[in-house]
């Protein structure tokens, strides 16, 4: 452990590094892992660890589990920045571990943001962690599925810490204020509306809700030996005002509905309000820009196709730079959903498609449909008959694509609202077309 110099306290450190947890004991949230007979907590106490993934939003404890495995584990531990490290770096620490293998010592490699590394950096990895020289530990705040190489993926066990709870939250900074590593040793008087106001503004984040707290604490006014944080220095301290929203309560799912309805009902000004509340309590960008993405298809669908562009590029603007910056980018959608055409067609089709698929879950695809990539599927008529549409002039061909029991169902029922009423009279030229062509000969469709 590294030492203290002589012009060093423990108080120079942030209250967040202060309070870093030390064992599974003071560890905070992720009881789905790490309550008592959890998978990860039996792992942990055994030293039985293998190599996994910790994926989830910062703030959550990736590193300090690492940490705690450092402090349990007899094996070597090396903590690896994907930041500051290269494939130089990869190899000289692979080397040392293939040494320590063959002597029987075991080495974990904590890879702090693995999902930095580039595919070269990452399958320089691979074969240290196949030929057991190497237990991998990354941490990543993206989808492992699509930034951590599938070879080296598959031999990762993934593990998904949750954000916190504002309940997780509030007790960790009533921890805060009572541990002697925190202010316990200080007089801090605060309310407990203003602690739950920091852990709803945290969004789940322990690190943020720490350093949030200790700001207040640090710029509180002081009364003889007691220092008292003040609503309004919370407010300076997290830059907005404290409104009325639970992001765990009702208010949460009101405020998103009240932002829908108004889109739907067409009114640009009620969903700017509404999506100017819920950015301004601290809510998630993201999840809002989830729900506008989900609003361009369910209530506006093909009555504007371009509705569904302008909702993934306003998510892809909150991801790339986040708030206070993005709430224009939401903006722009929600004006635009609110002022496009509606349609629900597309919602509607899907339900009823639904509903005959969960009755009807065994229905083969029929032959005519299937590909017949080996001989045998050829001599059971895999894909005989087939019709190629591009084949034809019209680009069309009678051939049926339900199954048997669902000939002539209809699901998608487009409507006359914008762009759809085009889809529409497409579709019902479509339909007259092969209606015709099933009347007619054999001989004469093949022409």
Known sequence: ???????????????????????????????????????????????????????????????????????????????????????????????????????????????????????????????????????????????????????????????????????????????????????????????????????????????????????????????????????????????????????????????????????RNSDPDAAVYWLARMLEAGEDPLYVARRITRFASEDVGLADPRALEIAVAAYQACHLIGMPECSVHLTEAVVYLSLAPKSNALYMAYERAKKDALSMLAEPVPLVLRNAPTRLMKELDYGKGYQYAHDTREKLTDMQCLPDSLKGKEYYFPTEEGTEARFGERLTAIKKWKKEAQKKPKGEKDE
């Not at 040494?99 to 990452?122: M, P, S």
């Not at 951590?148 to 921890?175: D, I």
């Not at 720490?210 to 710029?219: I, R």
Request: proline share 2%; net charge negative; glycine share 8%.
């Open 1 to 263: 452990m590294r030492q203290l110099g002589m012009f060093e306290n423990s108080r120079s450190e942030p209250l967040a590094a202060r309070l870093r947890p030390r064992d599974l004991s003071e560890f905070c949230g992720q009881k789905h892992l790490l309550g008592e007979g959890k998978v990860l907590r039996r792992l942990i106490e055994s030293d039985g660890i293998g190599s996994m993934i910790f994926w989830g939003p910062p703030g959550v404890g990736k590193t300090t589990l690492a940490r705690i495995i450092a402090n349990r584990t007899k094996a070597k531990f090396i903590d690896f920045s994907a930041v500051t490290s290269g494939i130089k770096e990869i190899k000289q620490v692979m080397e040392e571990a293939e040494k320590g293998r063959v002597f029987g010592e075991k080495t974990i490699l904590f890879v702090d943001e693995i999902h930095r590394f580039n595919k070269a950096q990452q399958d320089a990895f691979l074969p240290y962690v196949e030929r057991g020289s190497i237990i991998l530990i990354g941490a990543t705040t993206e989808n492992p599925s699509f930034e951590v190489n599938g070879a080296l993926l598959s031999r990762c066990k993934v593990f998904v810490l949750q954000a916190l709870s504002a309940e997780e939250l509030v007790g960790l900074l009533h921890r805060a204020l009572t541990d002697e590593r925190g202010f316990g040793d200080q007089k801090v008087e605060i309310s407990d509306e203003l602690v739950g106001a920091i852990a709803n503004f945290a969004n789940g984040d322990a690190r943020a809700a720490l350093s949030t707290l200790e700001m207040a604490v640090l710029n509180g006014d002081t009364d003889g030996d007691k220092t008292v944080v003040t609503r309004e220095i919370v407010e300076q301290c997290i830059s907005q005002k404290s409104l009325l929203y639970d992001k765990n309560g009702e208010e949460h799912y009101n405020l998103i509905s009240a932002l829908h309805k108004s889109m």
